[in-house]
T-cell receptor
Framework: DAKTTQPNSMESNEEEPVHLPCNHS???????IHWYRQLPSQGPEYVIH???SNVNNRMASLAIAEDRKSSTLILHRATLRDAAVYYC???????????FGTGTRLKVLA | DTGVSQNPRHKITKRGQNVTFRCDPI?????LYWYRQTLGQGPEFLTY????????KSRLLSDRFSAERPKGSFSTLEIQRTEQGDSAMYLC?????????FGSGTRLTVV
């Protein structure tokens, strides 16, 4: 199974940037890196995905290491509504299966 | 509105009973996933459909679980002879190769 490693939890102050790391040393050359987040009592929500280059959208930025063995999700200004579990996800090589880990629980302090 | 609707939201059933959940993605979603999530864990893959074809099923899934997607539209997930260990949130995700949208899930409690 494709494996990602994330810290169990992180804290941030409101209005400050947050950098959420993910290690994926077994990633294959064609696998995209996906990030989803999950608020309490809801299904996961798409955040961003990328292959090699850094990516930006209205929600976040994704910085991908040159060797692609790690990536960082960047929330530029954390708000209380960003408090969630953030999952870094890879597809299991050669399958259709996306593997979630246990994710990082982000706590945003007012 | 996430574009993926799941029903029911909650289901309580007695051990040994059969249950069926439904997922309604939007028409553009040619791809559909079922996942299961227990407390404190990330979602665990169950099965994948591309249109009406079930292309992948988890090896961990017992034969009590079956899923269908007739005509590539809505999908159902049935669990036969439920066990207490089946208690979990069952999530459906619809999408295309551009990305996926999850429903809010069906929470199953087996008593």
């Amino acid at each position: 199974d494709a494996k990602t490693t994330q810290p169990n939890s992180m804290e941030s102050n409101e209005e400050e940037p947050v950098h959420l790391p993910c290690n994926h040393s077994t990633i294959s050359g064609t696998d995209y890196i996906h990030w989803y987040r999950q608020l309490p009592s809801q299904g996961p929500e798409y955040v961003i995905h990328g292959l090699t280059s850094n990516v930006n959208n209205r929600m976040a930025s994704l910085a991908i290491a040159e060797d692609r063995k790690s990536s960082t999700l960047i929330l530029h200004r954390a708000t209380l509504r960003d408090a969630a579990v953030y999952y870094c996800i890879l597809r299991d090589g050669g399958t259709y299966k996306y593997i979630f880990g246990t994710g990082t629980r982000l706590k945003v302090l007012a | 509105d996430t574009g993926v609707s799941q029903n029911p939201r909650h289901k309580i059933t007695k051990r040994g009973q059969n249950v069926t959940f439904r997922c309604d993605p939007i028409s553009e979603h040619n791809r559909l996933y079922w996942y299961r999530q227990t407390l404190g864990q990330g979602p665990e893959f169950l099965t994948y459909f591309q249109n009406e074809a079930q292309l992948e099923k988890s090896r961990l899934l017992s034969d009590r679980f079956s899923a269908e997607r007739p005509k590539g539209s809505f999908s159902t997930l049935e669990i036969q002879r439920t066990e207490q260990g089946d208690s979990a949130m069952y999530l459906c995700a619809g999408g295309t190769h551009y990305g996926y949208t999850f429903g809010s899930g069906t929470r199953l409690t087996v008593v």
